[in-house]
């Protein structure tokens, strides 16, 4: 019998003026805010590692990047990620990706024009077709203009 799991990763960062917008580790041009964060404030990859973790029940990705701690200041939020594919690497060895979903919601500036950029990092990342990477962008109509949010649902294989 298929042997998948189901994830899925939530995240949120305040935005705040200085800082550069990291969506899924693409830089966006031309953000008047960034994300306030310890590390990059990469919402998107943030829930992404956590929604992985998820699938196999292994906590969050605060229990091996505390944002008290001061090696993660300003980290690329990419190297959390490459963190989570390696520990399902050495615990489920020939683990695979089936799909992901991500939902952005995020009120100013629009994402849209940098969907296959961010598809293809992601893409890139997971060792996936992106056709597999499924990216939606809402903006919160008005209710939550001083954050950027991710929502990401992971569906993984075992062997
Ligand atoms: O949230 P709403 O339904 O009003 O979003 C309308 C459109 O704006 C969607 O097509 C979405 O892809 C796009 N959008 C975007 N960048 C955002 C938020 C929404 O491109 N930051
Ligand atoms: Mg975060």
Partial sequence: MTNLRVGHGLDAHRLAPGRVLVVG???VPDAPRGAEAHSDGDALLHALADALLSCLALGDIGDAFPPS????RDLDSRRILAHVLAQLDALAPGWSLVNVTVVVVLDAPK???LRTAIR???AEQLRLAPERVGLTFKTSEGLAPDHVQASVTALVRLP
């Fill in 25 to 27: 580790g693409v830089p």
């Fill in 120 to 122: 293809a990092a992601l």
């Fill in 111 to 113: 994402l849209g024009p």
């Fill in 69 to 72: 701690d001061e090696r993660w």
